[in-house]
């Protein structure tokens, strides 16, 4: 396991040997050597050993459980450093090593508890901080990623997959403004990484900041012009600003470089609504339907208004029905102002 990597220098190479035998300290001596060398094996038996003979001293069953981790011996690690840990609660190193054999056994919960205990006493191990935000990640535990991902950005970790991850988790977790600022803040070092402005301007877009989504938008589609997904979010942005003849305009750029996008059609039916076009609307619904749109619930809804306001009240029920089956909430309102259902 590549974590296991990270951690493969021993920390507890100077313990005291004040009153241990010399016998004592030899084995000891000659179980940090065979760690060291990557005798695992005998490193275990001879910290097992000790454990055995001085079950009271932490330290013998933190060394035991490392030689086990490092052989892979997740599960009995385990047990020696819930011990060594019960043993002396401040054995620091020990809860780095349980969140290894934690996240191994799928505890990770507890893992996640481990390694956070462990930053407590050294905040600034860059790979135990690394640990933690993939962990959390994982997990989705945004608050510790988010935190872990700004410490680790400040000090400069990561590069750009850093920032693209960290950029991910505060747009899933809905903190859209702090993943603006985090972009923007990286356009000022890099004004012409035109991905960081496409980027940008789909977290303007979920922040329902549409005139600056279509302000990076359309600085994107300078450098990449044919780019469907860049050209159906300028359209969104226009269509949210209420900009309908440029909506159309656009929609049907879409549509010629897209002819059997289902999606395109749709909102091409949607266009036409606000523009009150009853019977292309319901035309390009039909389309939307047939070519299969990615949200055949809302094309369903923009049919039923298109049918309802061409006087057919019978099948405009039925459409908004469908809708609500797939998920569009709007439709009950309709179901229940126009239908009595």
Known sequence: MKAIGLYVTLFFLSFSHFGWSQTEAERYDKGLKTLKESDFESAKKIFYELRSQYPQKAEYWYLCGVAKIQGKDFGSALVDLNKAISLNAELQDAYLFRHLANKETRNFQFALADISKYLEYVPN???ARYSRYTLALYMKEYEEAVTDGAWLIQKGIGGDTLLEAQIGVLE?????RNAVDLLSSMLKKDPDNEKWYYKRAHLYFAAADHQRSLNDIERYLITDPKNSKALK???????YLRNLPTCEKYVIEL???EPKNGSYHGDYGHVLLQKGDWERAE?????????KSESLGYVYLGRGIARFNKGDKENACSDWERSLILGEMVSRNYLIKFCNR
Do not use: V
């Open 125 to 127: 191990d860059t790979s």
């Open 172 to 176: 899933e977790s809905g903190n859209y």
């Open 233 to 239: 979010l300028r359209f969104d942005n226009h269509f």
């Open 255 to 257: 549509i010629e470089i």
């Open 283 to 291: 035309n390009a619904f039909e389309k939307a339907i047939k070519l």
